[in-house]
């Protein structure tokens, strides 16, 4: 019994021990928190934001051009399509170049038409309609357009313009220098404003927007007529909005 009450003394008193180091290794940690918790708010600090913009050429012509079919057999609808679209892009192909007149082929579909069910009848299949599209997009904007109206066969569905990268990138680069010039001044303003004798950046952030040069569809015009033969599609390129926000905060400095 004696042996036994000594191991359970034993056992009890190294609990203990562990409770009085865990308890110390927490107030250690609480200590060393503390000052962090403690310490008072950044002062002197003012948030502000800078923005600027400049309207960009669009230096990127798109045309989609679509064909359409109709027929009983959805076999020979689709055989109808093909035939089109595989003349028109052997054609468009010819003048392709790299980068200037990209020729690709778009979507491509082919779906039941039905007719009216008559009352207690499930609809039937009367025929089929497909549509078919190929896609002239590019840097050359009057060689796109001649070569949108050489196109037999087709009907303009869309036309639109865009930024292509290399503008866009120079446009963004030189935006945020000003917007950068702009937060700067600004912020050295508000310094002398409040009396202080400078600022110090505490954060930033830059963010970049772009807008226009969204596709948008036109009436649908036939280009397989013998008047429109090689007659260039009209076409007039827009400007696009590059913008760039600076926004951040500083610390104002005393004299």
Do not use: C
């Amino acid at each position: 019994m004696l042996r036994h009450r000594i191991r359970m003394s034993s056992a009890a008193l190294a609990g203990l021990a562990g409770l009085l180091l865990a308890g110390a290794a927490g107030g250690a940690a609480a200590q060393a928190v503390a000052p962090t918790l403690l310490q008072p708010p950044p002062q002197n600090v003012v948030h502000l934001s800078a923005e600027a913009s400049r309207e960009v050429p669009q230096d990127l012509l798109g045309i989609t051009l679509a064909v359409l079919r109709e027929g009983n057999d959805a076999a020979a609808v689709q055989s109808q399509l093909r035939q089109v679209l595989d003349a028109a892009l052997a054609e468009a192909r010819k003048a392709a170049r790299p980068g200037q007149i990209e020729v690709r082929s778009g979507a491509f579909t082919l779906q039941p038409r039905y007719a009216s069910p008559k009352p207690g009848q499930p609809a039937t299949v009367s025929g089929w309609q497909g549509r078919a599209e190929l896609v002239l997009e590019g840097a050359d904007i009057a060689g796109i357009s001649q070569l949108a109206g050489r196109l037999s066969g087709l009907t303009v569905a869309r036309v639109g313009f865009a930024l292509s990268r290399a503008a866009r990138e120079q446009a963004e680069a030189e935006v945020a220098a000003q917007a950068i010039a702009r937060f700067k001044a600004r912020a050295e303003a508000y310094a002398r404003q409040f009396g202080f004798g400078g600022y110090s950046l505490r954060e930033v952030t830059v963010g970049g927007a772009e807008t226009g040069g969204l596709m948008q569809p036109l009436r649908a015009r036939v280009l397989a007529a013998p008047a429109l033969m090689d007659e260039a599609q009209p076409v007039e390129a827009g400007k696009t909005t590059v913008s760039v926000t600076v926004n951040g905060s500083v610390q104002l400095s005393p004299r």
